[in-house]
């Protein structure tokens, strides 16, 4: 399983452990991913994403999952959310 945000695209970055000493040693930063269950208004219908906790913030802020894939970029989105992007469009077209 990547350590990729699903709906951010936010990934691991690299930086140096410092010791006291000043030693440098290479070592990775994580995002904050959880599992999370994101309920879509339009499909009426919950999807389970792996998503970094500042994601869930964004998606809270924006007014849920629907709001915040509107407005998300395609490239920044993973194959699965990007699904779900086009199906909810195609909902509201539709409707």
């Known amino acids: 399983m990547s350590r990729r945000c699903e709906l ?4 691991p970055m690299t ?3 410092v010791s006291h000493a000043n030693n440098k ?3 990775r930063f994580l995002p904050n991913l959880n599992d999370q269950t994101l309920h879509s208004e339009v ?14 913030r964004s998606v809270d802020h924006r007014g ?11 490239e920044e989105l ?9 199906d909810i469009a195609k909902a509201q077209a539709s409707a």
């Open 78 to 86: 993973s194959a699965n959310a990007l699904k779900i992007k086009k």
């Open 8 to 11: 951010t695209g936010k990934g």
């Open 43 to 56: 499909l009426d219908r919950s999807f389970k994403l792996r998503i970094s906790a500042s994601a869930l």
């Open 25 to 27: 040693t290479k070592r």
């Open 15 to 17: 930086g140096n452990n």
């Open 64 to 74: 849920g999952l629907d709001a915040f894939l509107a407005k998300a970029k395609d």
